[in-house]
């Protein structure tokens, strides 16, 4: 396994994390504990979830299962880096949601009871709280960092001016901030590039890759339809993703042929290739596809590949390839 260090803290993880989101509603907990554990022998140690994840929105089924998988016992929380999340609704009531003093208060606790442990290695923000200021967030972290319940924080779906917000706000308090920012980012959609990127970089913020084969567009969609086989990526929103950009994964899934490799594969690679990205956050549903997506970290792509998948998929803004200003300005 490869690990780097989160952002600029001392943090080590590895490069392929493991996302919880199908813990319940498409992994049994037996599975779900068979990943964990396939993880851990690979040397994954970097697992993400959220205090929302599981058969029903706020029910917190993913952490329990996360939880009842700790408490077996053999070192499970000792060797993993566990990265959760608050923000979203978990009630009906009024401060259920979002980042008040209150409610982190509330959801860290009540995190923390279904996964079965004393602290949060990472506690990352689910969103931007456009209402509640910066001041009253960080005392909070600070408060659950002084308590040992909490040791890092991040951030999730943020602008980059959102990450430059938080991290004046942090130096302000003489505190750390933020570590990481969980940002939807894949090679068909690159905007990250023109602002988070760069100044999660300036930061020291570990960019963590969410949705990085883009709802399994990537991962082959087009070849697994036409041998006959089920894809979630023919049916929904993705779906209506594949009928628009047809003819650009149709290059791609050809490029990946020529290299003789898995696209899904290709996909992950090129996000591991990219300056400042910690690493993809993968979504296995089965062991079996952990054990997959480890082919990644042996994949080196060369610049003419990377050129060719810059043709393929463009970078965005008018001058492409360039952070912001220079992506739209002279």
Not at 107 to 122: G, K, N, P, V
Not at 204 to 225: D, E, S
Not at 242 to 263: N, Q
Request: charged share 20%; aromatic share 8%.
């Amino acid at each position: 396994m490869q690990y780097t260090n989160l952002g600029r803290s001392g943090l080590s993880v590895s490069r392929l994390i493991v996302g919880t989101m199908n813990f319940g509603p498409q992994a049994s907990e037996a599975e779900s504990h068979a990943i964990m554990d396939r993880a851990h022998a690979h040397g994954i140690n970097f697992f993400d979830t959220a205090n929302v994840y599981g058969m029903e929105p706020g029910d917190g089924v993913t952490e329990e299962i996360i939880g009842r998988w700790f408490a077996t016992g053999g070192g499970r929380r000792d060797k993993t880096v566990l990265a959760t999340k608050a923000y979203l609704p978990t009630g009906e009531w009024p401060n259920q949601r979002y980042l008040s003093a209150l409610n982190i208060r509330r959801a860290c606790e009540a995190s923390l009871e279904r996964l079965r442990t004393d602290h949060i290695d990472l506690f990352q923000m689910h969103h931007i709280d456009r209402t509640t200021p910066w001041e009253e967030i960080w005392e909070a972290f600070q408060v659950l960092h002084q308590q040992g319940k909490v040791l890092y924080f991040g951030s999730s779906n943020f602008a980059g001016w959102h990450l430059a917000q938080a991290q004046e706000a942090a130096r302000a308090r003489h505190f750390l901030g933020l570590v990481s920012e969980q940002s939807r980012y894949n090679l068909m959609t690159r905007w990250a590039e023109l602002e988070v990127l760069p100044a999660a970089r300036a930061y020291g913020i570990g960019v963590i890759p969410w949705g990085p084969l883009n709802g399994g567009v990537l991962a082959g969609a087009l070849r697994k339809h036409r041998q006959g086989g089920a894809s979630r990526s023919t049916t929904g929103r993705a779906a209506a993703t594949l009928a628009e950009h047809r003819e650009s994964i149709e290059a791609y899934e050809k490029l990946c042929a020529d290299l003789g490799e898995d696209p899904a594969h290709v996909g992950l690679a090129w996000l591991l290739a990219q300056d400042g990205v910690t690493g993809p956050i993968t979504g296995p549903r089965t062991a079996e596809q952990l054990d997959a997506s480890l082919r990644a970290l042996s994949i080196t792509l060369d610049d003419r590949t990377l050129a060719e998948l810059d043709r393929i998929f463009p970078p965005p803004g008018p001058n492409g390839a360039k952070p912001a200003p220079e992506a739209y300005a002279w």
